[in-house]
């Protein structure tokens, strides 16, 4: 012989054909009796052997996988990342669903790495065997490496007299949702006119939607504070679920413009500008 025809469970058509007395069968043969036979071959004909028979124990089913990583309902803002399990015994291969979709098959209890985009995903493992297969729960993690985003509420400024101006800050974030435990005093820093530099305080918070005040430059709201004044998001202060913080940045202005006369409850109050404004302005007289 030169080479030899092998037929396995299927006695009509070979399964492979080699020039070896031996062939090992790929996939691992599963539970139960099995039938081969072999031809042997040459350039002058062929002989065929006798049918054999062999019988092989089951395996048991595989263990149910678990110990998901990342954690379920994790929240992750760094990618790529790496799927993970703890080995199922009796296990020789690993089905991965995405979205209840079948994605990929492995032989180890690991998957990646991989680049999700942003949102949140479902992932199961099927543990298998040659004879049989579980189905694991579905685990899910949410990607998020958006930062927030702030925006000052607008037609808002201070009335005329009063001691503080309380103004909103409404922050957005379409994926893990804002921290609101990051809310604080530290969060916004006002600028304006006469080189007025403040931190905001933190007064309440509506979902999303946060109140602060800023304290009147002089102690109460008039002529001489009238001007644009810049709210700014100060650094690594707001943050998402996920850990992202709201850039640092201007979200918007509002506008002092005091009046120059104004009642507070019985007291009529007349405003003026200080002695160096009148004199700059007495130029233009």
């Known amino acids: 012989a030169t080479s030899y025809d092998v037929y396995y469970d ?25 039938q081969w036979e ?27 996988a678990t110990g998901a990583s ?16 703890a080995p199922s015994a009796n296990a020789t291969s690993y089905d991965i669903y995405a ?86 005093s530290s969060d916004i820093t006002v600028t304006g006119p006469n080189s007025f530099s403040a931190n905001a305080s933190f007064v309440s918070a509506a979902g999303n939607v946060v109140t602060y005040a800023i304290t009147a430059p002089g102690g109460a709201w008039n002529l001489s504070d009238n001007g644009t004044y810049t709210v700014n998001v100060n650094a690594n202060e ?13 979200v918007g202005t509002f506008d002092a413009s005091a009046a120059y006369a104004y009642l507070a409850g019985d007291t009529l109050h007349i405003g003026y500008l200080p002695a160096d404004r009148i004199l700059g302005l007495s130029k233009f007289a």
């Open 10 to 34: 299927n006695l009509t058509t070979p399964i492979a054909n080699v020039k070896s007395s031996q062939w090992t069968i790929s996939p691992q043969a599963v539970g139960g009796t099995h």
């Open 38 to 64: 072999v031809v042997a071959k040459n350039a002058y004909g062929t002989t065929a052997g006798p049918t054999w028979s062999f019988n092989v124990a089951a395996l048991p089913a595989p263990n149910v």
């Open 70 to 85: 990342p954690p379920n309902h994790a929240i992750i803002s760094v990618k790529p990342i790496t799927l993970s399990w």
């Open 99 to 184: 979205g209840g979709q079948f994605y990929a098959t492995v032989t180890t209890n690991s998957f990646g790495p991989i680049s999700p985009i942003d949102g949140v995903h479902t992932w199961s493992i099927v543990s298998k065997n040659a004879d049989g297969s579980t189905p694991g729960p579905t685990w899910s993690f949410t990607m998020d490496t958006t930062a927030p985003t702030a925006s000052l509420d607008a037609n808002q400024s201070p009335a005329s007299g009063s001691g503080a101006f309380d103004f909103t800050v409404t922050y957005a974030d379409a994926t893990s949702g804002l921290n609101t435990s990051t809310f604080d």
């Open 238 to 250: 707001v943050k998402d679920n996920a850990g992202n913080p709201v850039a640092a940045a201007s």
